[in-house]
C-alpha cells in the first residue's frame, strides 16, 4: 500500500513554469514506476509523464514533449514534474500515480493515486 500526496499546484500566466511534487509514503516506492496524469474539466484523465523505478526510463506525451520533465528522488520518496512554457491548455487537475507491476508505460495499470492538484494557465 502507498499513499500520495500532490503539491505545488496553482495559478500561472501562459509561458510560466511550475513544479508539482508527489510525496509517497511507504518503503516500496522506490521499485515503483510513477506517472502524472492529468483532467481537464468535461474530458477524460490523460497520461503525461511517467518514470521507472529507476528513473532510467521517462515517457511523455506528444502534447508535452520538451516542455515537461519528470523526475525522481527515491530517497525522499519523491516524484516530480517540471513544467515549462505553460499553456492555457495545460489547465487540468493533476494526478499523481504509482504502477507496482511494470515500468510506467502509458499503457499500464496504475495501482494507486493521488488526490490531485489544481493547475490553471491563464492566457
Known amino acids: 500500500q502507498v499513499q500520495l500526496v500532490e503539491s505545488g499546484g496553482g495559478l500561472v500566466q501562459a509561458g510560466g513554469s511550475l513544479r508539482l511534487s508527489c510525496a509517497a509514503s511507504g518503503r516500496a516506492f522506490s521499485s515503483y514506476a510513477m506517472g502524472w496524469f492529468r483532467q481537464a474539466p468535461g474530458k477524460e484523465r490523460g497520461f503525461v509523464a511517467a518514470i521507472s523505478w529507476s528513473g532510467s526510463s521517462t515517457y511523455y506525451a506528444d502534447s508535452v514533449k520538451g516542455r515537461f520533465t519528470i523526475s525522481r528522488d527515491n530517497g525522499k520518496n519523491t516524484v516530480y514534474l517540471q513544467m515549462n512554457s505553460l499553456k492555457p491548455e495545460d489547465t487540468a487537475v493533476y494526478y499523481c500515480?504509482?504502477?507496482?507491476w511494470g515500468d510506467g508505460s502509458p499503457g499500464n495499470k496504475y495501482g494507486y493515486w493521488g488526490q490531485g492538484t489544481q493547475v490553471t494557465v491563464s492566457s
Open positions: 500515480a504509482a504502477d507496482p
